[in-house]
């Protein structure tokens, strides 16, 4: 278990809804286009943004990062949020200290939604603000069975042509999970800089890791 390293990420859009029109006037042009493509949406692009922006990189950014890993047969999370003077270029400056660590580059990379959502998020945050890359991340090129990564997601899966939430995997298998906040609270969670309202996406981070913890062990002992 010592040559493991969970991770979890949590994203809200840019700005508050109510600061939209503070986005870049070409992002925003760029929104409202990516919205009116959407002949299913019938929502406003300001109200998709609330609702939705968090999910692409272009439009959001990267709040919160928990790390998992076994020290001395002892699974800690270490975490890093913004708050305060912590910016996110801070927080994807230190997640690279921690990932670049010579006991922790080469560890196999585990968490849920990894290779559609963390990693792909985060390695565009980290373009988007001219930073290197941690070696951990550097899989441009690699095919999909050199990839030192484990998707839970994609584990439970299977050949299935439908995934299953973390929530709900976690619940079947009888492990051990606590939902702090609602996923489409997050963003105005962070948004209003409360301290208690930190503290829950914080907590929910480091919940998601050591849920993913546990699956992992279980799904190792059942042969996934």
């Avoid at 929104?31 to 929502?43: L, S």
């Avoid at 690699?142 to 299953?164: F, H, S």
């Avoid at 606590?178 to 996923?183: A, L, P, T």
């Avoid at 890791?209 to 992992?216: G, P, T, V």
Wanted: aromatic content about 14%; charged content about 30%; glycine content about 4%.
């Amino acid at each position: 278990m010592n040559n493991l390293l969970f991770i979890d990420i949590k994203t809200a859009g840019l700005y508050k809804p109510e600061e939209f029109n503070k986005l870049d006037p070409k992002l925003r042009e760029l929104w409202e286009k990516k919205v009116a493509k959407d002949e299913n949406n019938e929502k406003s692009a300001l109200e998709t943004y609330k609702d939705k922006a968090w999910l692409y990189p272009e439009f959001s950014q990267v709040i919160c990062v928990s790390v998992g890993l076994y020290k001395w047969e002892e699974f800690r999370v270490e975490n890093r949020v913004q708050f305060e003077e912590m910016t996110e270029k801070d927080v994807l400056i230190d997640l690279r200290k921690i990932l670049d660590h010579e006991k922790i580059r080469n560890r196999t990379l585990i968490g849920f939604n990894l290779l559609w959502f963390t990693i792909p998020f985060l390695i565009k945050r980290y373009a988007i603000h001219w930073l290197a890359l941690p070696h951990i991340l550097q899989i441009g090129g690699l095919k999909p069975r050199e990839l030192n990564i484990v998707d839970t997601m994609n584990v439970w899966k299977w050949t299935w042509y439908t995934g299953a939430s973390l929530e709900t995997i976690a619940f079947v298998m009888n492990t051990k999970y606590k939902r702090f906040i609602e996923w489409e609270d997050v963003s105005d969670m962070f948004r209003w800089k409360d301290l208690v309202g930190i503290n829950k996406i914080v907590d929910q981070s480091i919940n998601d890791c050591n849920a993913n913890n546990d699956l992992y062990k279980k799904f190792k002992a059942f042969g996934l």
